[in-house]
């Protein structure tokens, strides 16, 4: 992977080859899970988040700011 940084993991989908199934099964959780977090609709634990940012060079604010909507 590159050292680019994307501003949120929809545009780390849309700008590399990484597909979604194959990036949460790398980091070890469910496709299903990681749509959720992707679209913004659950906030990952911490320790998750810092590893799909790391990942996938997204700024872990992206996954947990507090400006984030999370719906239940």
Do not use: C
Not at 18 to 44: C, H, T, W
């Amino acid at each position: 992977m590159n050292d680019r940084i994307y501003p949120d993991l929809a545009t780390f989908f849309e700008s590399t080859a990484m597909k979604q199934e194959d990036f949460a099964e790398q980091i070890g959780i469910s496709a299903s899970y990681m749509s959720r977090i992707k679209n913004k609709l659950v906030q990952p634990p911490l320790d998750l988040a810092l590893k799909i940012s790391k990942e996938a060079h997204v700024p872990v604010e992206s996954l947990i700011s507090e400006a984030n909507e999370v719906r239940p």
